[in-house]
């Protein structure tokens, strides 16, 4: 490992309440050269667990969010060295990505941010769709994050991507089963309908939208090689279109 400030990484978790499967994560995590854990006042031990692995922890108010996004800018910008992959309370990095990103960063020809490839769990197993692809790891001073549901890091910058290879992915592990999905479905789509109350949806986006996403995930993205439960999937992908429209609807004709 390069011992130049330039090629030091700190790994950036945001936390509430996620004492349950934190352990895994920082464990994974704990070779990287700083592990900043942005908790969001949690009341389930998240911070002591934190501190027994030797991460530093930085608090965010909670205040009424129910959604990690507004504190991404925050705990980015909390880290000590130029270098920051965010991972989630939910996400495992394995050694091999790690060794991969200290080689990288000590190119000469290294970009400002990296697009990072994701094994997703389903119904209790990684999933064969292809690898979902998320901006996790960029230089500090060029990064932000804007602070609504779903949004992305904003680089100023170049982004390149690591290759996608099986042993470069970070395991997302949640969603172990479909009863939590569907609980994260009815929040996530409560949290996305503010941000789209400006829009307008006709009643053929109402009919085509979901079907268009069960079809994309199906086929476009591969669940059906999964068998059933790669079906279940996509449905689930196209129940979680049809609560989103039909709250959008719910708030847009009151």
């Known amino acids: 490992m390069n011992n130049s400030e330039a090629c030091k990484i700190s790994v950036v978790i945001n936390t ?43 608090t965010f108010p909670k205040g009424n969010y129910n959604i990690c996004e507004p504190a991404r800018d925050f705990a980015i910008h909390s880290a000590s060295h130029p270098w920051v992959l965010v991972v989630d309370a939910d996400e495992a990095v394995p050694p091999t990505l790690r060794s991969w990103l200290y080689d990288y960063i000590g190119r000469a020809d290294a970009a400002d941010a990296l ?58 592990f949640d969603d ?28 053929l986006s109402l009919l085509v939208r979901p079907w268009w996403f069960f079809f994309k995930m199906l086929i476009l993205k591969g669940s059906i090689r999964d068998g059933r439960r790669g079906i279940i999937r996509a449905y689930m992908e196209m129940a979680y279109q049809v609560a989103l429209l039909g709250k959008h609807l719910e708030q847009t004709s009151k």
């Open 176 to 203: 172990p089963t479909l009863n939590r999905r569907i609980d994260k479905l009815n929040r996530y789509s409560d949290n996305e309908v503010p941000k789209r109350l400006t829009r307008r949806y006709s009643t």
């Open 115 to 172: 697009s990072v490839p994701f094994a997703s769990m389903f119904m209790g197993r990684f999933t064969s769709t292809k690898a979902e692809r998320h901006v996790r790891f960029f230089r500090r001073d060029k990064a932000y994050w804007p602070p609504t549901i779903h949004s992305r890091v904003q680089i100023d910058g170049r982004t390149d991507k690591i290759p996608a290879r099986r042993a470069l992915e970070i395991e997302h």
């Open 16 to 58: 509430w309440n996620a004492a349950a499967q934190l352990g895994r994560v920082l464990e994974s995590v704990r070779d990287f050269d700083e592990v900043v854990v942005c908790d969001m006042e949690s009341t389930d031990g998240t911070v002591e667990l934190a501190h027994s692995y030797g991460a530093r922890v930085v």
